[in-house]
């Protein structure tokens, strides 16, 4: 008998099974989540899971690397393609050990770090006070501006002088706006400090050329491959040729040892894919579905912050519009088949377990083939849930037709167009 999941591990395969279905029959709403291809996938679970190359191609520290140094330098030169980055450094695992690198490769513990504030589209590894990044280093921060919920570039500019950084990050989990690259390389040069842009949400609305590349106007780039980019989890790190070796010190041996290969093999398939024509088209109908989703939630009476959106991403004061808590929402909108999450508005009176709203975003559901009649079906189904949220029978009418759309954009079936 052939050995398989299946019958080696019965555990573990049924669950495998009921998340695939899940999956399959419920819809993906959160930003940061994506769908990756077959080829993808098959990468990420291949033999290269079995070998140990802390390193660099051509300078490793075990033996039998050969296979694994061309599926390296592929996926290095791939991403050089994609970004037209200078020097990019494929293995950083994830989100927060890729931007760790970034702090111990351009900084001494103690130096002040720029960037947006917690309650206002931060990522953890820009400052949270139980993170490496507040512990060691000297966090400043800048926000939005009260009425336009969008950042006040002059503001950032009258901070970065005061506080005198040594890097300012450009980056957010839950912001929907452009970013104003030139300004914040300009605001960089008057104080002279790095600047560092973390692309992780919208790398992928980048490489699909539908948002400025900043590259040419940062020092260092950080990026997930897994969100908008729709390949393994996992992040890389890009710079200017001059601070490469600085960063290849930093990821290693400063933070990582052995790299995993499987998933840097994963991302080069990953970036394959993006330089194809499809990926800029795929790129596009993520935020025209963003913009019409939250065009027919504004419509319904939901108070979309900032206005709308210009990326993958739509934030939804959920409390100051219908008077449900973030967590609220999240759990009535997960009763019909659809995840979202909870999260901190602007300003926020409320506490981040419970905040006033809801971050969602297009990337999934964009893979799937969704267009413009299924975003305003999906913003009548997400408003009809809230409204109806202890209606038991109505819920339930509105699952039926949840699994109904998602029956008609099979998963794995419409990645490849
Ligand atoms: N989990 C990542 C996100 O959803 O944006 C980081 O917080």
């Known amino acids: 008998m052939t050995i398989t999941l299946q019958n080696q591990d019965p555990e573990i395969?049924?669950?495998?099974?009921?998340?695939?279905?899940?999956?399959?029959?419920?819809?993906?709403?959160?930003?940061?989540?994506?769908?990756?291809?077959?080829?993808?996938?098959?990468?990420?679970?291949?033999?290269?899971?079995?070998?140990?190359?802390e390193g660099y191609p051509g300078k490793r520290y075990y033996a039998g690397q050969v296979n694994i140094d061309i599926v390296e330098n592929l996926a290095i030169s791939r991403a050089q393609e994609l970004f037209w980055a200078e020097y990019v450094n494929v293995q950083p695992l994830s989100w927060s050990p890729a931007n760790l690198a970034v702090y111990l490769g351009l900084l001494r513990p103690g130096d002040t770090v720029l960037g947006m504030s917690l309650d206002q589209g931060w990522h953890l590894s820009h400052g949270h006070p139980l993170n490496f990044s507040w512990l060691l280093y000297t966090i400043r921060s800048y926000g939005v501006d009260r009425v336009t919920e969008m950042i006040d570039m002059d503001e950032v500019e009258r901070i970065a002088i005061e506080t005198k950084p040594r890097m300012i990050i450009a980056g957010f989990s839950a912001y929907s706006r452009n970013i104003d690259w030139?300004?914040?390389?300009?605001?960089?040069?008057?104080?002279?400090?790095?600047?560092?842009g973390d692309i992780s949400h919208i790398s992928g609305l980048i490489?699909?050329?539908?948002?400025?590349?900043?590259?040419?106007?940062?020092?260092?780039?950080?990026?997930?491959?897994?969100?908008?980019?729709?390949?393994?989890?996992?992040?890389?790190?890009?710079?200017?040729?001059?601070?490469?070796?600085?960063?290849?010190?930093?990821?290693?041996?400063g933070v990582q040892w052995?790299?995993?290969?499987?998933?840097?093999?994963?991302?080069?398939?990953?970036?394959?894919?993006?330089?194809?024509?499809?990926?800029?088209?795929?790129?596009?109908?993520?935020?025209?579905?963003?913009?019409?989703?939250?065009?027919t939630l504004a419509l319904e009476g939901l108070r979309v912050v900032s206005g709308g959106t210009d990326n993958h991403l739509i934030l939804l004061d959920v409390f100051g519009s219908f008077g449900i808590t973030g967590k609220e929402a999240e759990t009535a909108l997960e009763s019909i088949g659809i995840s979202?999450?909870?999260?901190?508005?602007?300003?926020?009176s409320r506490k981040p377990l419970d905040p006033s709203g809801i971050r969602i975003g297009t990337p999934a559901i964009t893979t799937r083939g969704m267009k413009a009649p299924e975003m305003e079906m999906?913003?009548?189904?997400?408003?009809?849930?809230?409204?109806?949220?202890?209606?038991?029978?109505?819920?339930?009418?509105?699952?039926?037709?949840?699994?109904?759309?998602?029956?008609?954009?099979?998963?794995?079936?419409?990645?490849?167009?």
């Open 378 to 417: 999906l913003g009548h189904i997400i408003i009809r849930t809230l409204k109806n949220r202890e209606n038991i029978d109505k819920l339930q009418l509105i699952r039926s037709e949840v699994k109904k759309l998602c029956a008609q954009f099979p998963l794995y079936k419409n990645i490849h167009e």
């Open 182 to 196: 030139k300004r914040f390389r300009h605001i960089s040069d008057t104080v002279g400090a790095y600047l560092m």
């Open 13 to 53: 395969y049924k669950s495998l099974q009921a998340e695939t279905l899940r999956q399959e029959e419920e819809l993906e709403l959160i930003a940061s989540e994506n769908y990756a291809s077959q080829a993808v996938m098959e990468a990420t679970g291949s033999v290269l899971m079995n070998k140990y190359s």
């Open 207 to 253: 490489a699909g050329k539908v948002l400025e590349n900043p590259i040419p106007y940062c020092d260092v780039v950080t990026t997930t491959t897994h969100k908008t980019l729709r390949g393994p989890r996992g992040a890389i790190i890009m710079a200017k040729e001059a601070l490469g070796p600085k960063i290849a010190r930093a990821v290693f041996p």
């Open 258 to 295: 052995g790299p995993h290969e499987n998933l840097i093999a994963a991302k080069a398939v990953a970036f394959k894919e993006a330089l194809e024509p499809s990926f800029q088209k795929y790129a596009k109908q993520v935020i025209e579905n963003a913009q019409t989703l939250a065009r």
């Open 340 to 348: 979202t999450n909870k999260n901190m508005i602007p300003f926020d």
